[in-house]
């Protein structure tokens, strides 16, 4: 079934799942996605975006084969222009039946970028294609761009965005960025139901998350550890309770907050051992001291 972005995000926001998107640069890439989509009876979308068809595969030609394959498949396939920011390049691809063309003017000025979307989204529905837009940025991962916060979208104005545009899906700046993270991951320890305090400088666990996160094996890689060891990548792991470290040898522990026993709350916690420092030290009690000099605070859920 060849379908716009719009019909299958609608039904996968009633029904409650997610939907992958996939860029492919060639037909071989295209048919082995569209097959698996077919084996785990799921939705897909086929991404493509400008650079790679100068670079790769031509949009005039992939978009007939696509819609071929999709009309044969057993599965909603839809095929999206990825990130078009050139107002020639997104008009091509509608001309060349792609069912979905995303325009990306997330790095202009709120109303710029309100023009520029209403206008895409207008002729994208005449046409009887969805148009995705972008709001905030999805920087780059060696630029810092995760932890800056002026390029993560402002709820509010997503929301005026959606209404004056007429957009049909919206990406999103929430704090990731492409590329491999150069320096480190934050997070919780454990997930899903974690509970903690902060007094007399020290962090106490109050209930532990059902789900732990320091796992040997997981069901698909977003970071590849050893790829950054070989590469002598830079890159600290940093938990609410512990700081780790990637080296040569493997994960090592560096810090633990005050409050934290190592054996209980971190290593039987970890379905591995990691490497501890011999040079082991505590994190800055300053950190567990609720609204002190970092502004740290604990959010009632």
Do not use: W
């Not at 999709?70 to 599965?75: E, G, H, I, N, P």
């Amino acid at each position: 079934m060849y379908v716009s972005m719009k019909d299958m995000l609608l039904h996968a926001h009633h029904n409650n799942y997610a939907v992958m998107a996939i860029n492919c640069v060639n037909m071989e890439q295209v048919k082995a996605v569209i097959e698996s989509a077919e084996e785990e009876k799921s939705a897909v979308i086929i991404n493509i975006s400008p650079r790679q068809m100068k670079a790769h595969g031509y949009g005039y030609i992939m978009a007939p084969l696509i819609e071929n394959l999709a009309k044969r498949a057993s599965v909603p396939v839809a095929f999206n222009l990825d990130h078009g920011a050139n107002f020639e390049d997104i008009t091509a691809a509608m001309q060349y039946g792609f069912s979905s063309v995303m325009i990306d003017s997330s790095s202009y000025e709120f109303e710029e970028n309100v023009r520029r979307t209403q206008q895409i989204a207008s002729l994208a529905h005449g046409m009887g294609l969805s148009c995705e837009a972008e709001l905030g940025h999805v920087g780059q991962a060696a630029q810092a761009d995760d932890s800056n916060v002026d390029l993560y979208t402002n709820v509010k104005q997503a929301k005026e965005f959606v209404e004056r545009t007429n957009c049909d899906c919206l990406a999103v700046a929430i704090g990731t960025a492409h590329g491999a993270y150069p320096k480190g991951m934050i997070g919780t320890f454990t997930a899903s139901g974690a509970k903690y305090e902060f007094k007399d400088g020290k962090l106490n666990i109050l209930q532990e998350g059902k789900i732990r996160k320091m796992v040997r094996n997981v069901a698909q890689l977003s970071f590849n550890g050893p790829m950054a060891r070989k590469k002598g990548q830079e890159v600290m792991i940093v938990t609410e309770r512990a700081v780790f470290e990637l080296c040569k040898e493997g994960v090592k522990l560096i810090e633990i907050a005050p409050g934290i026993d190592l054996h209980t709350q971190i290593l039987d916690m970890m379905d591995f051992k990691p490497i501890i420092s011999e040079e082991l030290r505590e994190m800055d009690a300053s950190l567990f001291i609720q609204n002190g000099p970092f502004g740290l605070q604990l959010k009632e859920k």
